[in-house]
């Protein structure tokens, strides 16, 4: 839960940026923002313990994630400040290359203060042009085998996040929101991938709610554990 108040401390002051109320004077921050993947290799084991280890790319036995696109309809916030309540909404925040680094980086003005009682309701709709999670890989055996792969979470998701206080003071700032991809795969095993239906002549491993669903709710359980964001004033 810790992490969660985190990204959602980075989450209100980018949501600032766009949806500051008439009653705000005058713009005294500065705030960069970004984000970024990392770990886009990590082990596959046939014992659960050792997969999720980042390791170097094209090694035998890992998944190797190559392309990323992130789809939120709705992000609603809803705070108090200075004993004024504050309600927010920003909606189609789309990503299509979510790996590229600091693929949504900027400057923005924002209004110093206290903000309490913050809370956020991430709303992700499936979609069938861009599901609110698309990532593409290789599979790679023990053996040297390579196998496609391509993960899609497309499935209605609602996930709240709550930060007690967020201060903001006069300044410049830096907001950079990563995805450790190796976090994915972590717990899970070898067989996860290699007991799979395939598809189409390159025998692809097609991840979703519909073909091979129970590796799909495996990944999706674990997908709010591998986001994490680093906030420092500069």
Not at 69 to 83: H, M, P, Q, Y
């Amino acid at each position: 839960m810790k992490k969660f108040y985190t990204i959602a401390s980075a989450a209100l002051l980018m949501l600032l940026l766009t949806n500051c109320t008439k009653k705000e004077v005058a713009a005294d921050t500065k705030l960069s923002y970004s984000f970024s993947a990392s770990n886009l290799n990590a082990s596959l084991s046939s014992n659960a313990t050792a997969s999720g280890t980042v390791v170097a790319p094209g090694t035998n036995g890992s998944i190797n994630w190559t392309t990323a696109s992130v789809n939120i309809a709705k992000v609603e916030f809803s705070a108090t400040k200075a004993g004024t309540p504050v309600s927010l909404e920003s909606k189609n925040l789309y990503m299509v290359n979510a790996l590229k680094p600091d693929s949504l980086s900027g400057t923005v003005s924002l209004v110093s203060g206290v903000y309490e009682h913050n809370q956020f309701n991430l709303t992700m709709n499936s979609s069938t042009t861009n599901p609110p999670l698309l990532l593409t890989g290789t599979y790679i055996e023990a053996s040297g085998t390579k196998i496609p792969v391509r993960f899609e979470m497309n499935q209605p998701q609602l996930i709240k996040l709550e930060a007690t206080r967020v201060e903001v003071t006069s300044g410049t700032y830096l907001a950079k929101v990563t995805i450790q991809l190796n976090a994915l795969v972590t717990g899970l095993t070898a067989s996860d991938f290699g007991q799979t239906t395939r598809t189409g002549a390159n025998n692809m491993i097609v991840i979703s709610n519909t073909i091979n669903k129970t590796l799909c709710d495996k990944l999706i359980t674990r997908f709010t554990s591998t986001l994490s964001v680093n906030f420092s004033k500069q």
